[in-house]
């Protein structure tokens, strides 16, 4: 396990570093100046020159990707004669624009994500999994017909419409719950839930969907193999056979799944946070590309791929951990 755990952290780190020069190569190697977009239509000559020594886009492009590197190591100082400003390490980069480092931008707002993707994630596989599993030992009845409908709404359901409808039903309507805003988890536990109650259940009504199909599918396909058919003729209780056997067969697919759903959605979740008006790294990053903010697109950007690197990392570890061949691969 210890060298299946040390192959996969090397991997990660390597993935991480080929994402990040990519990244800054999308971004930083492409026909534009961004020193001019950052200045601004009225920039001067003058003005311009310095922008473009203090960003260091004056150097050779290797260059610059290595102060980048560095900076995340040990800080960086963006230096243009009198004007000197320090980022300290790890450094994301300068937004220019609102004059403060990007990595502090990014974690002020990433509660606000992390919070949004992991509770809804816990509803989404409750309910998935379960509409799926009921959906399959109910094959062709009236219960396994009525869930492949909702399921397919909920497919058909975009989230802004969803959480439109939710407001309007528990808000406005009902009164059982505030309109959501957001408030910190240490601050007030039970604020915390109850805000994101409704943003919750409208990431996961849409998931919970996809959850529920796959679970079908996957638990239909494994009770009908030969162990399975082995094991009932032993005599045991259809619960034990589901429970203990064939729910096992669906789970590893399903930690792929997840760990590909939950990175992304921390880094994607815009709709969501428009729709319920919370301010977070999706937010951050809408703005940053509408004001050519290009060290906060690059920052928001890398994080969002760290997420998603990292998510599948530990799904290798949870995939290893509920199937003990992996490790021997």
């Known amino acids: 396990m210890i060298r299946f755990l040390l192959r996969r952290t090397v991997s990660t780190a390597l993935v991480l570093l080929v994402l990040s020069l990519v990244v800054y190569l999308v971004f930083y190697a492409a026909p534009h100046d ?51 400003t320090h980022c300290a390490a790890p450094c994301f980069g300068w937004s220019f624009q609102t004059d403060q480092p990007v990595l502090p931008m990014i974690t002020q707002r990433l509660p606000v994500d992390c919070s949004l993707a992991i509770g809804a994630a816990v509803i989404w596989l409750l309910l998935g999994v379960g509409a799926g599993t009921l959906g399959a030992l109910r094959r062709g009845r009236l219960l396994d017909r009525a869930l ?5 709404a909920g497919i058909a ?25 957001y408030v910190p988890l240490t601050q007030d536990p039970a604020g915390w839930a109850a805000n994101l109650a409704l943003p919750w259940f409208a990431l996961a009504l849409v998931f919970a969907a996809n959850y529920a199909r796959m679970s079908r599918g996957l638990l239909l396909e494994t009770l009908a193999e030969e162990h399975i058919r082995t094991v009932r003729a032993y005599g045991l209780t259809e619960r ?52 050519v903010d290009l060290p906060v697109v690059v920052g928001v950007t890398l994080f969002g791929a760290f997420f998603i690197v990292l998510a599948n990392a530990v799904a290798d570890v949870l995939y290893a951990v509920a199937d003990p061949r992996v490790v021997l691969r």
């Not at 590197?69 to 100082?77: K, W, Y």
């Not at 056997?245 to 921390?266: E, Q």
């Not at 951050?284 to 590309?289: P, S």
């Open 157 to 181: 359901s975009p989230v802004f419409l969803t959480g439109l409808l939710l407001m309007m039903l528990c808000c406005a309507y009902l009164r059982w719950l505030p309109f959501p805003s």
């Open 148 to 152: 492949t409908g909702l399921t397919l």
């Open 34 to 84: 961004p020193a001019r977009l950052v200045c601004g239509k009225g920039c001067d000559p003058a003005r311009l020159a310095v922008v473009r020594h203090k960003l260091g886009t004056d150097r050779p492009l290797w260059q610059q990707y290595w102060e980048f590197l560095r900076g995340l190591v040990v800080g960086r100082t963006y230096d243009a004669g009198s004007d000197s």
């Open 240 to 291: 034990r056979i589901v429970v203990g056997h064939a729910l096992r067969g669906v789970l590893t697919p399903l930690i792929t799944m997840l760990a590909k759903d939950l990175g992304s959605l921390i880094g994607s979740a815009q709709l969501t946070e428009a729709v319920f008006g919370f301010d977070g790294m999706a937010r951050l990053l809408v703005d940053a590309v509408n004001q």
